[in-house]
Each structure stands twice: as structure tokens, then as C-alpha cells.
């Protein structure tokens, strides 16, 4: 289960009037500060034009500070780069006008300054939060507008959030949250989703009530209104106190979500989906988006992103073919020459973002045992398998783990009594595109990954050199093929993998000095083992499924010397870190546990197997040290051992 934080940013645009009336020919010095204003304008930030527009700011008459107001605001609009605290000061001043003229140039100009990061910290510290928040609550729309954009563009420095949440900002901006004017409405909630980016603020946001807002607001025709709020949402939706607060108080907020999927804007119908990813992170918001018909549009969304731009792309047909894509009769490999990149799927960069946001839904929907039969009535397999062949490692990875969540939970109905319908294994057509697609990603990764020669697997007769990609996909996929392998209506396609999972397991670099003698130096890299784990453990899955499987009992038989070397390796690896005490990273106790039930389910296959078995050098390794379990302090490990030894014997 995932839901990183899909936090976004709104920078508004600030809105002010142009339609002052001029004003009358001044006499004296402040008509001639406002003659020389004129010649300035381009570089009136600093010196005598800085000058003559403070002393406009300050005056005490009502319609200079409507021309300073004005100047700044047309300015600052054109040009509003990295500025001083002496531009800021008379600003601020003129925020406390009471005319409404003023106040109205003055949040726009100040706004327009707050869109340059380098100034959102300058505008707090001059104390100009107090008049904003004063400003917000003016009876003029206009003034509104432009107080709270102000607000908008400050609230996207992380280091201004506290400031506004602790100011009486939040009790203004919830208020505009409830105008009935569209633009105070787009800066108002624009304003919260740029404070819902830090955990402080959207506690506080949430003890004012701020969820019910957002909810009601999601019924605005205006598309950008509705964009904020959403993703205003999502980002609550990230902490699970909040998630438990929505689903008490807002039992429509999830068909409502539902409804905006359906929205012709491409920003809302995306949020959309992601909030709904962010609430599924629960197990209530799980069964509820399935109950709302919450699938099909996501699959709508996942069906229609691939016809448009695909690249060496087969379509699977929707019947399951009736044998597997691999030969009945496998040779033992040769690890050939580099294969040919495995094809891929494009689809528009604009697309993409909704196509990942769909998968990652997906993904956390799937983890609910009890929306699974749901989710399968989709065909999704053929889907899954599309999206694996996505340029996309994020979409992959969900699509991955949607995969390994539907056969986990299928595996697991079935341990605890099955019903005829899981029995007939409905909904699972398509698994073999699954595992080529999967198949493909692996050999990808595995040939691009380490040292650059033509073959990345060198025979010499007995031992093969090999390296191991580092990649959390690569984590991912060997996980899921380790779910999939315990079942065996999967096992005779998961053979066409075998041979890179192979690869993967003999991870290590094997180095000989002479014929005699063996140099192992085994990986260390978390994530490499980790996949070498996974990797056997798909082995000792499928090896349990040796009595009812013809083409895995080809295929073992076929490598038979392979399986010997992985195994031989695994109890290397845990001699060798017992007696040097080495800390690789890694729960040893998996590999003896696959080299233990891999011989045990050989043995079990009985014939010929048996006396191959016997002549195996990992079974010498176990019978020479049968205490290995008592070694590493293991029961299970210990009996693990004396089990295959028995076994061998009978």
C-alpha cells in the first residue's frame, strides 16, 4: 500500500481596476514628484523615483495615495522582481487606507510583489498579515480579490505557513471560502491548498472546520474552484486521523469524487482520482469506492489511454490462449547474445499523469480482499499488462502490485475455503501477458544494469558469472512472481520467466583460482539481495507444484545444474556469514528455508529426481553440516534439515 503526498502549489493572479478616474493637475511639490514618477517608471524601485512614490504613499491627502496606489500597482504588475524593505513599507501603509481605491491598488500591488518567492518572506516580515486580514473581510468584492490572492501567493513559502495559521488570516480566509463571487472563491480556496503542504496547517485548517467548506464547494461550476478544493482534499486525506474525520462527516464526499472523474477538465478529473487513491489508503474508503462504482472509470481511463500513441505493441486477445508462449521442450540456456529491448508502450505526456494516478488508485482499491471478485470482472489483466509496458517505472510499480494484491488475496480465499468461482479461477485470463510483460522488464533491467560486454551471463561448463540490477521495481516484480508461483494455474507461465530468474538468484560474482579451490564473493547491497531472495523464493513456490506440473519438471530437469549452483550459493552465504560474522542486510534464514522445502519437494517428486537429488553438492553441503539450523540458532531451519535428510533416506 502507497500514498505518497501529491501535493500542488496555486499561484493566483491578482485582479485590480483600471477605471480610476484621473485626477485633477496638483500644485507644488507633490505635482512635481508625480511629473518626475512618469519618467521612472521602468526603475522605480530604488533612489529618487523609490522616493517620490513613498512620498505620494505617505501624504496625507486621499488622492495622492490613490496615484501611488495606482503607480504601484501597474508596476508591480510588469515588473515584480526581488524587491527591499523600503518598497514593502509604503505598501504597507497604504493597505490601512480606508479609501476603498487604495486598498484595492495596494493588495494587488503587494500581491503581485508576493509572486516572487524572494519577497513572500519580506511582505510577513513587514507586519502587513494584520491589514490583509482586515482587507479580507471588506464589503468590496474587488478588495476581497485582491487581500486573499495576496494571502495565496505568500501561503506557497513554507516558512510564511505558520505566520498565516497562527494570524487571524484562517478565520478571514474561511469566511471568503463561503462568497458567492467566483474569483474571491478561486483565490480564497487556492489560499488552502497551498497551506494544506505542511502537517501543522492542515491540523489547524481541519479544527476550523474546513473540510465541510472544501466538500460544498465541489458542487461550483467553475473548473478551477474545484481543482483547488480538490487537491485541497487529497492533501487532508494524506493523514488518517483526518481520513477517519471525512468518513463521520462527509458520506457524499466520495460519490461526489466519482461524479468529477467525469469532468471535461483534464487538472480536475486527475485530482479526482487522487484523492480518491489518498481515502483508500483506509479500509472503509476501500469498500466504499467499489460500492460507488468507483472501478469503472478508472478502468474507462486505463482502456482509452493506449490506443492513441502505442509503439510495438501487441493487444492480447481476450481469450486465453491454450497453451503458454514457451516451448514443452526447454534446452538448457545458453544466456545468449544481448535480446532485443522489449517493447513499449507510449502514450501523451499528457496523459500520463491521469493514467498513473487511475493505476495508483487501482492499486489500493486491490488491496481489499472483498473487492477483488469486483475488480477481476474487469478483465484487468490484459489492462495490467499494457501498463507494464508503460516508459513509466511509477506506473509499473502499481500495476505490479495490483497484481500481486489480487493473487495475494485469491491465494489466500482459496487456503480458507474456496468457493466454485475462485475455484474456476474467473477473471485471472490474461496472467500470461502479465508474466511476458514482467518478463521483459526483468531482462530490461538486468542487460542494462551492470558491466558492458555482449552476454551478461558467462558459462564455463559448471558456474556462471552474473549481476544482479539494483532497482525497487525489480524488488517489486520478483515479490510478485513469488505470490504468483504459490498458485498453480500460474506456474507453467511463470516457466517463461524462470530463465532470468535464474540470473538473478546466481547473483553473485563466483571467481575461481584454480580448479580446486572456490573465491565466493557474495553481494551486499540490500536490494540485491533482497531480489536474490525473492528470486529463490519463487523456486521453492513453484517446486511445490513439481507433481502436477509437466513443463516445470522439463524445465528443472533442463537446468538441473543451475538449481544445484543457486542452492549451493544460499548455503554458502549463510556458512559464510556465520563464520565471519559479516552483516549483510538480509534475513538468511529465507534462503536455508528455500534451499530446505526446494530439496524436500524434489525429493517428493520421487523417481529419478530422488537420485539426482542425493547427488546434488547443496544436499552434500546439508548433509555434511546438518546442524546448520542449530549453527544460526533456528529450530525450524534445524528440522528443516533433518527432513530432507529423512526424505533422502526413504
Same mark, same amino acid.
Given at each position: 500500500?502507497?500514498?505518497?503526498?501529491?501535493?500542488?502549489?496555486?499561484?493566483?493572479?491578482?485582479?485590480?481596476?483600471?477605471? #480610476?478616474?484621473?485626477?485633477?493637475?496638483?500644485? !507644488?511639490?507633490?505635482?512635481?514628484?508625480?511629473?518626475?514618477?512618469?519618467?521612472?517608471?521602468?526603475?522605480?524601485?530604488?533612489?529618487?523615483?523609490?522616493?517620490?512614490?513613498?512620498?505620494?504613499?505617505?501624504? &496625507?491627502?486621499?488622492?495622492?495615495?490613490?496615484?501611488?496606489?495606482?503607480?504601484?500597482?501597474?508596476?508591480?504588475?510588469?515588473? !515584480?522582481?526581488?524587491?527591499?524593505?523600503?518598497?514593502?513599507?509604503?505598501?504597507?501603509?497604504?493597505?490601512?487606507?480606508?479609501?476603498?481605491?487604495?486598498?484595492?491598488?495596494?493588495?494587488?500591488?503587494?500581491?503581485?510583489?508576493?509572486?516572487?518567492?524572494?519577497?513572500?518572506?519580506?511582505?510577513?516580515?513587514?507586519?502587513?498579515?494584520?491589514?490583509?486580514?482586515?482587507?479580507?473581510? !471588506?464589503?468590496?468584492?474587488?478588495?476581497?480579490?485582491?487581500?486573499?490572492?495576496?494571502?495565496?501567493?505568500?501561503?506557497? @513559502?513554507?516558512? &510564511?505557513?505558520?505566520?498565516?495559521?497562527?494570524?487571524?488570516?484562517?478565520?478571514?480566509?474561511?469566511?471568503?471560502?463561503?462568497?458567492?463571487?467566483?474569483?474571491?472563491?478561486?483565490?480564497?480556496? =487556492?489560499a488552502?491548498?497551498?497551506?494544506?503542504?505542511?502537517?501543522?496547517?492542515?491540523?489547524?485548517?481541519?479544527?476550523?472546520?474546513?473540510?465541510?467548506?472544501?466538500?460544498?464547494?465541489?458542487?461550483?461550476?467553475?473548473?478551477?474552484?474545484?481543482?483547488?478544493? #480538490?487537491?485541497?482534499?487529497?492533501?487532508?486525506?494524506?493523514?488518517?486521523?483526518?481520513?477517519?474525520?471525512?468518513?463521520?462527516?462527509?458520506?457524499?464526499?466520495?460519490?461526489?469524487?466519482?461524479?468529477?472523474?467525469?469532468?471535461?477538465?483534464?487538472r480536475?478529473?486527475?485530482?479526482?482520482?487522487?484523492?480518491?487513491?489518498?481515502?483508500?489508503?483506509?479500509?472503509?474508503?476501500?469498500?466504499?469506492?467499489?460500492r460507488?462504482?468507483?472501478?469503472?472509470?478508472?478502468?474507462?481511463?486505463?482502456?482509452?489511454?493506449?490506443?492513441?500513441?502505442?509503439?510495438?505493441?501487441?493487444?492480447?486477445?481476450?481469450?486465453?490462449?491454450?497453451?503458454p508462449s514457451?516451448?514443452?521442450?526447454?534446452?538448457?540456456p545458453?544466456?545468449?547474445?544481448?535480446?532485443?529491448?522489449?517493447?513499449?508502450?507510449?502514450?501523451?505526456?499528457?496523459?500520463?499523469?491521469?493514467?498513473t494516478?487511475?493505476?495508483?488508485?487501482?492499486?489500493?482499491?486491490? #488491496?481489499?480482499?472483498? &473487492?477483488?471478485?469486483?475488480?477481476?470482472?474487469?478483465?484487468?489483466?490484459?489492462?495490467?499488462?499494457?501498463?507494464?509496458?508503460?516508459?513509466?517505472?511509477?506506473?509499473?510499480?502499481?500495476?505490479?502490485?495490483c497484481?500481486?494484491?489480487?493473487?495475494?488475496?485469491?491465494?489466500?480465499?482459496?487456503?480458507?475455503?474456496?468457493?466454485?468461482?475462485?475455484?474456476?479461477?474467473?477473471?485471472?485470463?490474461?496472467?500470461?501477458?502479465?508474466?511476458?510483460?514482467?518478463?521483459?522488464?526483468?531482462?530490461? /533491467? /538486468?542487460?542494462?544494469?551492470?558491466?558492458?560486454?555482449?552476454?551478461?551471463?558467462?558459462?564455463?561448463?559448471?558456474?556462471?558469472?552474473?549481476?544482479?540490477?539494483?532497482? =525497487?521495481?525489480?524488488?517489486?516484480?520478483?515479490?510478485?512472481?513469488?505470490?504468483?508461483?504459490?498458485?498453480?494455474?500460474?506456474?507453467?507461465?511463470?516457466?517463461?520467466?524462470?530463465?532470468?530468474?535464474?540470473?538473478?538468484?546466481?547473483?553473485?560474482?563466483?571467481?575461481?583460482?584454480?580448479?580446486?579451490?572456490?573465491?565466493?564473493?557474495?553481494?551486499?547491497d540490500?536490494?540485491?539481495?533482497?531480489?536474490?531472495? &525473492?528470486?529463490?523464493?519463487?523456486?521453492?513456490?513453484?517446486?511445490?507444484?513439481? %507433481?502436477?506440473?509437466?513443463?516445470?519438471?522439463e524445465?528443472?530437469?533442463?537446468?538441473?545444474s543451475?538449481?544445484?549452483?543457486?542452492?549451493t550459493?544460499? @548455503?554458502?552465504?549463510?556458512?559464510?556469514?556465520?563464520?565471519?560474522?559479516?552483516a549483510? =542486510?538480509?534475513?538468511?534464514?529465507?534462503? =536455508?528455508?528455500?534451499?530446505?522445502?526446494?530439496?524436500?519437494?524434489?525429493?517428493?517428486?520421487?523417481?529419478?529426481?530422488? #537420485?539426482?537429488?542425493?547427488?546434488?553438492?547443496?544436499?552434500?553441503?546439508?548433509?555434511?553440516?546438518?546442524?546448520? %539450523?542449530?549453527?544460526?540458532?533456528?529450530?525450524?531451519?534445524?528440522?528443516?534439515?533433518?527432513?530432507?535428510?529423512?526424505?533422502?533416506?526413504?
Open positions: 500500500m502507497c500514498f505518497p503526498n501529491f501535493f500542488c502549489c496555486c499561484c493566483c493572479s491578482i485582479h485590480h481596476s483600471r477605471d #480610476i478616474e484621473s485626477e485633477p493637475l496638483l500644485p !507644488s511639490l507633490d505635482q512635481s514628484a508625480l511629473n518626475n514618477l512618469n519618467s521612472y517608471l521602468q526603475h522605480f524601485y530604488v533612489g529618487a523615483p523609490l522616493e517620490n512614490l513613498s512620498t505620494l504613499s505617505f501624504a &496625507n491627502t486621499q488622492k495622492l495615495q490613490r496615484s501611488a496606489a495606482l503607480a504601484f500597482a501597474e508596476i508591480t504588475e510588469r515588473d !515584480s522582481r526581488p524587491v527591499s524593505a523600503e518598497v514593502i513599507k509604503p505598501i504597507a501603509y497604504l493597505l490601512k487606507s480606508r479609501d476603498v481605491q487604495v486598498q484595492r491598488c495596494a493588495a494587488a500591488a503587494l500581491g503581485n510583489l508576493a509572486s516572487n518567492s524572494e519577497n513572500k518572506q519580506l511582505i510577513i516580515q513587514q507586519g502587513c498579515l494584520d491589514s490583509l486580514s482586515s482587507l479580507m473581510l !471588506s464589503s468590496n468584492v474587488e478588495v476581497q480579490t485582491n487581500s486573499v490572492g495576496c494571502i495565496t501567493n505568500l501561503a506557497t @513559502l513554507d516558512a &510564511n505557513k505558520p505566520a498565516i495559521i497562527n494570524s487571524k488570516i484562517l478565520h478571514s480566509l474561511l469566511k471568503l471560502l463561503k462568497s458567492n463571487d467566483i474569483r474571491v472563491q478561486r483565490n480564497a480556496s =487556492g488552502v491548498l497551498n497551506l494544506t503542504h505542511s502537517v501543522e496547517s492542515r491540523q489547524v485548517l481541519v479544527k476550523f472546520g474546513v473540510i465541510s467548506l472544501l466538500v460544498r464547494l465541489l458542487s461550483v461550476e467553475d473548473s478551477e474552484v474545484q481543482y483547488y478544493c #480538490i487537491t485541497a482534499l487529497s492533501n487532508i486525506a494524506v493523514d488518517a486521523p483526518h481520513r477517519e474525520m471525512i468518513r463521520k462527516t462527509e458520506p457524499k464526499l466520495v460519490s461526489s469524487l466519482i461524479k468529477l472523474i467525469g469532468s471535461p477538465s483534464p480536475v478529473k486527475c485530482q479526482s482520482v487522487l484523492a480518491l487513491r489518498n481515502l483508500a489508503s483506509d479500509d472503509y474508503f476501500q469498500l466504499q469506492i467499489v460507488e462504482n468507483g472501478i469503472a472509470p478508472l478502468i474507462r481511463i486505463l482502456n482509452i489511454s493506449f490506443p492513441v500513441l502505442s509503439s510495438n505493441t501487441s493487444t492480447p486477445s481476450n481469450s486465453r490462449p491454450s497453451t514457451f516451448s514443452s521442450q526447454p534446452s538448457t545458453t544466456f545468449p547474445l544481448r535480446p532485443q529491448s522489449s517493447p513499449t508502450t507510449k502514450i501523451s505526456t499528457a496523459t500520463m499523469p491521469l493514467v494516478a487511475a493505476i495508483a488508485c487501482l492499486r489500493n482499491l486491490s #488491496i481489499h480482499s472483498d &473487492n477483488e471478485k469486483t475488480i477481476l470482472e474487469y478483465k484487468i489483466f490484459p489492462i495490467l499488462a499494457k501498463l507494464l509496458k508503460l516508459e513509466s517505472e511509477e506506473v509499473q510499480s502499481h500495476a505490479i502490485n497484481v500481486r494484491n489480487l493473487v495475494s488475496n485469491h491465494t489466500e480465499k482459496k487456503k480458507y475455503g474456496s468457493q466454485e468461482w475462485y475455484e474456476k479461477m474467473n477473471g485471472f485470463e490474461g496472467m500470461e501477458f502479465v508474466l511476458e510483460s514482467v518478463r521483459g522488464i526483468l531482462e530490461n /533491467y /538486468y542487460y542494462s544494469d551492470s558491466i558492458p560486454s555482449p552476454s551478461k551471463s558467462k558459462w564455463n561448463g559448471q558456474h556462471m558469472y552474473s549481476a544482479v540490477p539494483t532497482s =525497487g521495481l525489480v524488488v517489486e516484480m520478483t515479490a510478485c512472481l513469488a505470490i504468483v508461483a504459490l498458485n498453480e494455474a500460474f506456474v507453467d507461465s511463470l516457466v517463461s520467466c524462470c530463465g532470468m530468474l535464474l540470473n538473478f538468484v546466481l547473483g553473485v560474482n563466483v571467481n575461481y583460482n584454480n580448479v580446486k579451490t572456490r573465491d565466493v564473493e557474495f553481494e551486499t540490500p536490494a540485491k539481495l533482497e531480489i536474490i531472495g &525473492n528470486s529463490g523464493a519463487v523456486f521453492g513456490n513453484m517446486f511445490s507444484k513439481l %507433481g502436477t506440473s509437466v513443463v516445470l519438471r524445465w528443472v530437469h533442463a537446468n538441473w543451475f538449481v544445484d549452483e543457486f542452492m550459493l544460499f @548455503l554458502e552465504f549463510i556458512a559464510k556469514k556465520q563464520t565471519e560474522s559479516t549483510f =542486510g538480509f534475513d538468511d534464514e529465507i534462503l =536455508g528455508r528455500v534451499v530446505g522445502w526446494s530439496l524436500i519437494q524434489l525429493l517428493e517428486c520421487g523417481g529419478d529426481f530422488n #537420485i539426482k537429488v542425493t547427488k546434488m553438492r547443496c544436499f552434500g553441503l546439508l548433509r555434511d553440516n546438518a546442524a546448520i %539450523g542449530d549453527e544460526l540458532k533456528n529450530e525450524d531451519l534445524a528440522n528443516l534439515a533433518q527432513i530432507v535428510l529423512q526424505k533422502a533416506q526413504e
